[in-house]
């Protein structure tokens, strides 16, 4: 059983930055490729960004290019989002996601990721 446990969030003004862990249990965290999702009140889930089994690959959604930076350290079993400039429209709940996927290029998609988060608020003041 493979469980994920985001922290970080909180509330910033606009422009201001956080920083996301995604803690994830067990000894295999190398073989699952990681994304962040988030969900703002009364819209759908939607992809923020995601990464490769070693780190070395990095997938963004356009509205977060430029601003978010994921990475992960295999030996702390931890995947982080780095945000930056963050907007109001950033507001939503950020879920983090595993998936052992073998795969190049890690999926973008919710309904292909297999473990999930309990997710953590971000809340940005304009």
């Known amino acids: 059983q493979v469980q994920l446990v985001e922290s970080g969030g909180g509330l910033v003004q606009a422009g201001g930055s956080l920083r996301l862990s995604c803690a994830v249990s067990?000894?295999?965290?190398?073989?699952?490729?990681m994304g962040w999702f988030r969900q703002a009140p009364g819209k759908e889930r939607e992809f923020v960004a995601a990464?490769?089994?070693?780190?070395?690959?990095?997938y963004y959604a356009d509205s977060g290019k430029g601003r978010f930076t994921i990475s992960r350290d295999n030996t702390k079993n931890t995947v982080y989002l780095q945000m930056n400039s963050l907007k109001a429209e950033d507001t939503a709940v950020y879920y983090c996601?595993?998936?052992?996927?073998?795969?190049?290029?890690?999926?973008?998609?919710?309904?292909?990721?297999?473990?999930w988060g309990q997710g953590t608020q971000v809340t940005v003041s304009s």
């Open positions: 996601a595993a998936d052992p996927y073998a795969g190049v290029v890690p999926p973008t998609r919710p309904e292909d990721y297999e473990y």
């Open positions: 067990g000894r295999t965290f190398s073989r699952y490729v």
């Open positions: 990464i490769g089994l070693s780190g070395g690959s990095t």
